[in-house]
C-alpha cells in the first residue's frame, strides 16, 4: 500500500468580529498579538480594535497609578479614610470591568464604537499602513 500525500491544513481564520473581541480580552497582549498576527495585521478593522485595546489597557494603568497617588494619603485616615479609599477603588475597578465588557461586546456585534481621545489615536494608527 502506497503512503499517502498530505496537505498542510491552513489554519481557520477566526470571524472579524470574534476576533475583534478577543483584541480586548487580555489587553495590550491580545492587542499586540492581533497587531503581530498576519492574517489580521492588514485589516483595519482590527488593527482599530486592537490599538484602541492597547490605547485603552494603558490609560486605565495610567489613571490606576494616578488614583494610587491620590488615594494613598487619604487611606492613611483610620476608618474613614478606608472605606473612602475602598469605594474609590471599587468605583475605578467596576467602571474598568464595564468598558472592557462593553467594548467587547460593540466588537462582537460589529460595531465600532470609538472611546473619546484614545479611539481618534486608534483610527488614526489604524489607517497608517
Known amino acids: 500500500m ?10 481557520a481564520a477566526l470571524e472579524e468580529n470574534v476576533a475583534a473581541a478577543l483584541c480586548y480580552l487580555v489587553g495590550v497582549l491580545t492587542g499586540v498579538l492581533f497587531l503581530v498576527l498576519e492574517p489580521y495585521n492588514r485589516n483595519p478593522t ?8 492597547i490605547f ?3 490609560a486605565a494603568m ?6 494610587s ?3 494613598y494619603p487619604i487611606a492613611a485616615v483610620p476608618f474613614i479614610g478606608w472605606i473612602i479609599d ?7 475597578s467596576l467602571g474598568v470591568l464595564v ?4 467594548l467587547m461586546y460593540k ?11 484614545i479611539g481618534a489615536w486608534a483610527e488614526k494608527q489604524a489607517h497608517s499602513l
Open 2 to 11: 502506497p503512503p499517502r500525500a498530505t496537505s498542510a491544513a491552513a489554519p
Open 46 to 53: 482590527m488593527r482599530f480594535h486592537a490599538f484602541q485595546s
Open 56 to 58: 485603552a489597557w494603558v
Open 62 to 67: 495610567v489613571i490606576g497609578m494616578a488614583l
Open 69 to 71: 497617588m491620590f488615594s
Open 86 to 92: 475602598m469605594l474609590l477603588w471599587l468605583a475605578f
Open 99 to 102: 468598558l472592557w465588557l462593553f
Open 107 to 117: 466588537a462582537y456585534n460589529k460595531e465600532r464604537y470609538v472611546l473619546p481621545v
